[in-house]
């Protein structure tokens, strides 16, 4: 019995419709061990050489426990080759999954329509809780030359090149911090044992998913074999006039793990993670390839967090804003990302380093004594959270508006909207005085500002707009439940309450 939830699934379908008027069919993803449809990506198949190259690619973008699994056809629908001869592209004893579906069961949302549709199969809804217990990453430095001489031939030199470190992936051991389990080794590991410590020495992610950072290691043997990577430097000599171009990259993957996943389990997930960014990185790598330049495009490898779950997504180091929106935009149609909204900036990915972040992120994720009387409706997204006496400024006494400005600005910055540094107190004082709000007197004092000069400041450093709601009183808040539960639902941007005295400010 297959799972799948369908709220994705809709909302995917939703989402294509809007690059493209005519939808041809879905590609299924997900784990087959737990047998559940994790990604229903909704695109023009047309071609059937090209639909392969994008099952691999997709593929390679997802964590390693996911694999592409079958398609989604609709009914009534005549395509150019048939959809079954995809099985190539499925790794799965279990077969090739093929689902249908109709135009309008999908435009209304109709899952049990569906599920008629699909009755051979066993097709049920499953919720969008996460079933996987652990996130587990790794990274690795990316060290290849390739010979830029010949133009002709250069696409082939960097596809060689980088995905020659393929063979040597397969080799590598893992162990993190503390050093005191290595996966690949000689040693047997209690998996037992191996599970409690990893959740003892998780870390937290913004979006509030327990992970553990895997370190890659080369074995090393007396006898060692002839294809591992050298533990010492080799110089080739060559007489002839190549060129060489190095290309360094550092490459993120990343899978999710169960409870009852083993050592070897996680060993194999950690390797293939690895090889499908090394894809990824190549096929960036080639994509973004400059023939009249004499080197080449350097690539950093990030994961971001989507309502599918997580992507992986190489992207070239360039400068080129709009080479960069068109990159995203053509992602977003892939992977059936909404398109009102960034997802895929670099400012957006997930942080794995926790000890670089000077700032508490999202720290509503952790209240753990808060019980809830009804639903809950909350910001989306993350935000850094700032408060008196950060970065060397003594504000005690200040008002805490500034400080609540940062932390609405940090979320614009975190979701994509912005792309400026968090304003300092005086670069807000002089904002308000830039338009018209403050005298040249208030710029360097420290006077209080509210509620009403921070949609002031962001209307004027962001061209954001802000919706005031008033009340009489904190009581009446109350009254507006069902309008800021409305909002949340909605837009998910975060909300300032303050207090009219003889300033607004937050409490």
């Known amino acids: 019995m297959w799972k799948v939830d369908f709220s994705r699934l809709f909302e995917n379908y939703s989402n294509n419709r809007r690059y493209q008027e005519r939808t041809v069919a879905a590609l299924l993803f997900g784990n087959t061990s737990l047998t559940e449809i994790t990604n229903v990506l909704f695109g023009c198949l047309s071609d059937f050489d090209a639909t392969l190259d994008l099952i691999r690619f997709i593929e390679s973008s997802l964590p390693s426990n996911v694999s592409f699994l079958g398609t989604l056809s609709l009914i009534n629908v005549e395509y150019p080759y048939d959809l079954n001869s995809l099985a190539a592209a499925v790794e799965s004893t279990k077969g090739f999954l093929m689902l249908f579906a109709d135009t309008t069961s999908l435009e209304a949302r109709d899952v049990d329509s569906i599920l008629k ?19 587990v990453r790794t990274s690795l430095w990316l060290n290849v030359n390739v010979n830029i001489s010949g133009k002709k031939n250069l696409l082939d030199e960097v596809s060689n090149a980088i995905l020659s470190k393929l063979d ?25 044992q191996l599970n409690k410590e990893m959740l003892q020495i998780s870390g937290y992610l ?28 080799i110089v080739k000599i060559r007489k ?4 060489f171009c190095n290309v360094r990259a550092m490459i993120t993957s990343v899978a999710e793990v169960q409870s009852d ?21 190549e096929r960036c790598l080639c994509e973004f390839l400059n023939f009249d330049c004499e080197r080449l495009t350097n690539v950093r490898c990030s994961v971001f967090s ?11 180091d360039i400068h080129d804003d709009m080479v960069l929106r068109n990159y995203r935009a053509r992602l977003h149609r892939i992977f059936n990302l909404p398109s009102y909204k960034p997802i895929l900036r670099p400012a957006q990915s997930l942080q794995f380093n926790p000890e670089t972040q000077k700032l508490l992120q999202n720290p509503h994720l952790h209240i753990k004594s808060y019980k809830p009387k009804g639903k809950v409706y909350i910001i989306s997204g993350s935000y850094n959270y700032h408060h008196y006496m950060q970065d060397g400024i003594n504000d005690s006494g200040w008002g805490c508006a500034y400080r609540s400005f940062q932390t609405l ?10 792309d400026k540094p968090t304003p300092t107190h005086r670069e807000i004082q002089q904002s308000l005085y830039d338009c018209g709000d403050k005298d040249a007197m208030f710029v360097g004092s420290q006077q209080w500002i509210g ?7 962001f209307e004027n450093m962001a061209g954001i707009e802000s919706r005031v709601l008033t009340t009489n009183s904190g009581a009446e808040v109350t009254g507006n439940i069902r309008q800021l539960a409305l909002h949340f639902k909605t837009y998910g941007t975060p909300i300032m309450i303050g207090e009219f005295q003889e300033y607004l400010t937050e409490k």
């Open 240 to 243: 002839d006039f190549a060129v």
């Open 117 to 135: 549709l699909n009755k051979e199969i066993a097709l049920r809804p499953s919720s969008t809780k996460s079933c996987y217990d652990l996130l």
């Open 306 to 316: 989507t309502n599918d779950g997580l992507l992986s997504i190489a992207y070239p």
């Open 261 to 281: 996943d083993g050592p070897t389990d996680i060993l194999i997930l950690l390797r293939r993670a690895l090889k499908r960014t090394v894809y990824l990185t």
């Open 409 to 418: 600005w940090s979320w614009f910055v975190l979701q994509g909207y912005i």
């Open 168 to 192: 040597n992936i397969e080799s590598l051991c893992f162990t993190f911090s503390n050093n005191s389990f290595v996966l690949g080794g000689n040693k047997v590991i209690d998996a037992k």
């Open 451 to 457: 509620s009403i000069e921070l949609g002031y400041c």
């Open 206 to 233: 913004s979006n509030g998913k327990k992970f553990v950072n895997f370190t890659p290691m080369i074995p090393v043997k007396k006898d060692s074999d002839d294809f591992l990577p050298k533990l010492v430097p």
